[in-house]
């Protein structure tokens, strides 16, 4: 089952603009992670955020997560058009439960 | 370099045959996934496994089988049960679950059935 939805389910913009992605989940969780997913290629992981932490930064990216709204938000400053990929939230859980991954966001940099 | 290899990475398979795709891991993770991605539906879990000889089935697991008797290898087959196997599949790796923890892809196969 997917728990997380991403939003919008695609996304153009121009170099130098920033992007921002949104991903919604239904149950409690234990972290939220990010992948970019170049075409035809597999997952990279970008960051993750724990379940009690609000903010994150790396690089040019920033994460937030609102845990009582179910939501996390993933922020491209300054965007290039070598980050034109597919971005998708992973919700992790307590124990060995492995990760559910969202549909993604397809975003693409014009430059 | 440490990481984690599938291969082939294109596998073409005729109706009504079974074809095993690999996945070989030097990270020393004792955790290990397939999924499944089809355009527009994300990923989805198909077997995984947290130990040597035991594994477990995931959301859509008919039709695949795993094994898991080295830790560093996890190839999964694809029977002819699969009524649709084209899709592109990814097989990944974490330490141990994924508390707070990050999960490592391969490059992934893409399975057409010709």
């Known amino acids: 089952s997917q728990q997380g939805e991403e939003d919008p389910q695609a996304l153009s913009i121009q170099e130098g603009e920033n992007a921002t992605m949104n991903c919604s989940y239904k149950?409690?969780?234990?972290?939220l992670q990010w992948y970019r997913q170049n075409s035809g290629r597999g997952l990279v992981h970008l960051i993750l955020?724990?379940?009690?932490?609000r903010e994150k930064h790396s690089g040019r990216l920033r994460v937030t997560l609102d845990t009582s709204k179910k939501s996390s938000s993933l922020l491209i400053t300054a965007s290039r058009a070598a980050d034109t990929a597919s971005y998708f939230c992973?919700?992790?859980?307590?124990?060995?439960?492995?990760?559910?991954f969202g549909k993604g966001t397809r975003l693409s940099v014009i430059a | 370099d440490g990481g984690i290899t599938q291969s082939p990475k294109y596998l073409f398979r005729k109706e009504g045959q079974n074809v095993t795709l690999s996945c070989e891991q030097n990270?020393?993770?004792?955790?290990m996934y397939w999924y499944r991605q089809d355009p527009g539906q994300g990923l989805r879990l198909i077997y995984y496994?947290?130990?040597?000889?035991?594994?477990q089935k995931g959301d859509i697991a008919e039709g695949y089988s795993v094994s898991r008797e080295k830790k560093e290898s996890f190839p999964l087959t694809v029977t002819s049960a699969q009524k649709n196997p084209t899709a592109f599949y990814l097989c990944?790796?974490?330490?141990?679950?994924?508390?707070?923890?990050?999960?490592?892809f391969g490059q992934g196969t893409r399975l057409t059935v010709v």
């Open positions: 955020i724990r379940s009690n932490e």
């Open positions: 990270l020393n993770h004792d955790a």
């Open positions: 992973a919700t992790g859980f307590s124990g060995n439960t492995p990760l559910v």
């Open positions: 496994s947290q130990i040597v000889n035991d594994f």
């Open positions: 990944a790796s974490s330490i141990g679950g994924t508390v707070n923890t990050e999960a490592f």
């Open positions: 149950t409690s969780i234990n972290n």
